[in-house]
Protein backbone atom coordinates (compact mmCIF):
# COMPACT_ATOMS: atom_id res chain seq x y z
CA UNK A 1 0.00 0.00 0.00
CA UNK A 2 1.29 3.72 -0.99
CA UNK A 3 1.08 6.17 2.02
CA UNK A 4 1.53 9.55 2.15
CA UNK A 5 4.62 10.29 4.04
CA UNK A 6 5.10 12.42 6.96
CA UNK A 7 7.26 15.06 5.12
CA UNK A 8 4.65 15.09 2.23
CA UNK A 9 1.67 16.16 5.13
CA UNK A 10 4.09 18.34 6.71
CA UNK A 11 4.27 20.27 3.51
CA UNK A 12 0.63 20.60 3.09
CA UNK A 13 0.03 21.66 6.49
CA UNK A 14 3.18 24.23 6.04
CA UNK A 15 2.13 25.49 3.18
CA UNK A 16 -1.56 25.96 4.71
CA UNK A 17 0.33 27.38 7.39
CA UNK A 18 2.13 30.34 5.31
CA UNK A 19 -1.52 30.70 3.00
CA UNK A 20 -3.36 31.40 6.35
CA UNK A 21 0.06 33.61 7.81
CA UNK A 22 0.00 35.55 4.23
CA UNK A 23 -3.28 36.76 4.70
CA UNK A 24 -3.27 37.63 8.37
CA UNK A 25 -0.19 39.87 7.17
CA UNK A 26 -2.68 41.23 4.19
CA UNK A 27 -5.35 42.39 7.01
CA UNK A 28 -7.75 40.35 5.57
CA UNK A 29 -8.94 38.51 8.98
CA UNK A 30 -9.64 42.46 9.67
CA UNK A 31 -11.68 43.01 6.20
CA UNK A 32 -14.55 43.60 7.86
CA UNK A 33 -13.99 45.25 11.10
CA UNK A 34 -15.64 48.69 11.91
CA UNK A 35 -12.81 50.72 12.95
CA UNK A 36 -10.99 49.68 9.96
CA UNK A 37 -13.71 50.44 7.87
CA UNK A 38 -14.05 53.80 9.22
CA UNK A 39 -10.14 54.62 9.15
CA UNK A 40 -10.57 53.23 5.34
CA UNK A 41 -13.20 56.49 4.08
CA UNK A 42 -12.01 55.82 0.14
CA UNK A 43 -12.35 52.12 0.34
CA UNK A 44 -9.11 52.04 -1.60
CA UNK A 45 -7.40 49.93 1.19
CA UNK A 46 -10.46 47.10 1.46
CA UNK A 47 -10.42 47.08 -2.63
CA UNK A 48 -6.34 46.79 -2.36
CA UNK A 49 -6.57 43.77 0.15
CA UNK A 50 -9.24 42.12 -1.50
CA UNK A 51 -7.29 42.42 -4.63
CA UNK A 52 -3.81 40.71 -2.78
CA UNK A 53 -6.21 38.05 -1.02
CA UNK A 54 -7.00 37.12 -4.54
CA UNK A 55 -3.94 36.69 -5.94
CA UNK A 56 -3.00 35.11 -2.60
CA UNK A 57 -6.10 32.38 -2.80
CA UNK A 58 -5.38 31.88 -6.55
CA UNK A 59 -1.84 31.45 -5.85
CA UNK A 60 -1.99 28.63 -3.18
CA UNK A 61 -4.58 26.92 -5.63
CA UNK A 62 -2.15 26.53 -8.17
CA UNK A 63 0.81 25.50 -5.46
CA UNK A 64 -1.26 22.77 -4.18
CA UNK A 65 -2.49 21.45 -7.38
CA UNK A 66 1.41 21.70 -8.06
CA UNK A 67 2.52 19.75 -4.89
CA UNK A 68 -0.46 17.06 -4.94
CA UNK A 69 0.63 16.61 -8.76
CA UNK A 70 4.26 16.19 -7.65
CA UNK A 71 3.06 13.48 -4.71
CA UNK A 72 1.23 11.69 -7.40
CA UNK A 73 4.78 11.68 -9.34
CA UNK A 74 6.71 10.46 -6.98
CA UNK A 75 4.35 7.72 -6.56
CA UNK A 76 4.65 7.27 -9.90
CA UNK A 77 8.63 7.20 -9.43
CA UNK A 78 8.84 4.95 -7.32
CA UNK A 79 7.48 2.29 -8.71
CA UNK A 80 10.16 -0.92 -10.13
CA UNK A 81 7.42 -1.66 -12.99
CA UNK A 82 4.29 -0.95 -14.71
CA UNK A 83 2.26 -3.70 -12.15
CA UNK A 84 3.88 -1.89 -9.30
CA UNK A 85 3.31 1.54 -11.19
CA UNK A 86 -0.77 0.90 -11.52
CA UNK A 87 -1.05 -0.83 -8.01
CA UNK A 88 1.32 2.12 -6.27
CA UNK A 89 -1.26 4.62 -8.69
CA UNK A 90 -4.89 3.01 -7.49
CA UNK A 91 -3.21 3.33 -3.78
CA UNK A 92 -2.59 6.99 -4.15
CA UNK A 93 -5.73 7.50 -5.81
CA UNK A 94 -7.66 5.22 -2.78
CA UNK A 95 -5.92 6.85 0.22
CA UNK A 96 -5.35 10.27 -1.48
CA UNK A 97 -7.61 10.65 -4.22
CA UNK A 98 -10.48 10.44 -2.25
CA UNK A 99 -9.48 14.09 -0.48
CA UNK A 100 -8.84 15.70 -3.46
CA UNK A 101 -12.73 16.86 -4.23
CA UNK A 102 -13.21 17.97 -1.06
CA UNK A 103 -9.98 20.02 -1.21
CA UNK A 104 -10.73 21.72 -4.35
CA UNK A 105 -14.05 22.61 -3.27
CA UNK A 106 -12.63 24.16 0.03
CA UNK A 107 -10.73 26.65 -2.44
CA UNK A 108 -13.62 26.95 -4.10
CA UNK A 109 -15.47 28.08 -1.27
CA UNK A 110 -12.54 30.39 -0.24
CA UNK A 111 -12.48 32.34 -3.05
CA UNK A 112 -16.67 32.37 -2.92
CA UNK A 113 -16.07 33.86 0.80
CA UNK A 114 -13.81 36.44 -0.53
CA UNK A 115 -16.28 37.37 -3.31
CA UNK A 116 -19.15 37.77 -0.91
CA UNK A 117 -16.33 39.99 1.18
CA UNK A 118 -16.30 42.16 -1.79
CA UNK A 119 -19.85 42.77 -2.44
CA UNK A 120 -19.73 43.60 1.22
CA UNK A 121 -17.38 46.29 0.27
CA UNK A 122 -18.70 47.45 -2.61
CA UNK A 123 -22.20 47.85 -0.70
CA UNK A 124 -20.94 49.70 2.25
CA UNK A 125 -18.82 51.77 -0.80
CA UNK A 126 -21.84 52.96 -2.45
CA UNK A 127 -23.94 53.54 0.21
CA UNK A 128 -21.77 55.26 2.01
CA UNK A 129 -24.53 57.78 3.29
CA UNK A 130 -27.09 55.27 4.69
CA UNK A 131 -24.82 54.13 7.10
CA UNK A 132 -22.92 55.74 10.01
CA UNK A 133 -20.84 54.88 12.86
CA UNK A 134 -21.48 54.97 16.85
CA UNK A 135 -18.99 53.70 19.40
CA UNK A 136 -17.41 51.52 16.65
CA UNK A 137 -20.08 49.70 15.58
CA UNK A 138 -21.56 50.05 11.87
CA UNK A 139 -25.44 51.46 12.17
CA UNK A 140 -27.20 51.60 9.18
CA UNK A 141 -30.21 53.92 8.63
CA UNK A 142 -32.20 51.95 6.74
CA UNK A 143 -33.80 48.37 6.87
CA UNK A 144 -33.17 47.76 3.60
CA UNK A 145 -29.48 48.72 3.62
CA UNK A 146 -29.34 46.35 6.46
CA UNK A 147 -31.01 43.65 5.36
CA UNK A 148 -28.48 43.61 2.09
CA UNK A 149 -25.90 43.43 4.45
CA UNK A 150 -26.73 41.16 6.74
CA UNK A 151 -27.68 38.41 3.68
CA UNK A 152 -24.10 38.96 2.52
CA UNK A 153 -23.11 38.24 6.04
CA UNK A 154 -25.02 35.28 6.20
CA UNK A 155 -23.84 33.99 3.31
CA UNK A 156 -19.98 34.40 4.24
CA UNK A 157 -20.81 32.61 7.33
CA UNK A 158 -22.54 29.52 5.51
CA UNK A 159 -19.94 29.44 2.86
CA UNK A 160 -17.40 28.95 6.20
CA UNK A 161 -19.29 26.26 7.89
CA UNK A 162 -20.02 24.37 4.04
CA UNK A 163 -15.86 25.08 4.42
CA UNK A 164 -14.99 23.79 8.01
CA UNK A 165 -17.20 20.77 7.05
CA UNK A 166 -15.40 19.53 3.59
CA UNK A 167 -12.18 20.32 5.59
CA UNK A 168 -13.21 17.30 8.33
CA UNK A 169 -13.04 14.86 5.62
CA UNK A 170 -9.24 15.99 4.72
Not at 56 to 75: E, H, L, R, T
Not at 135 to 148: G, H, I, N, S
Amino acid sequence: MVEISEDEVKRLNDLLFGYKLRLAQLGWDRILDAKRIQSDTDFLKSKAIIKAARDIIKDQMQINDFVIGNMYQAVEDSATNEIAKNIKQRHFIRNFGEKLPYIKKSWALEMCILEQVENIITLLANTQTEWVFEEDEMLFLTDDLYDAFSDCMKKVHALSAQQNQLLQHI
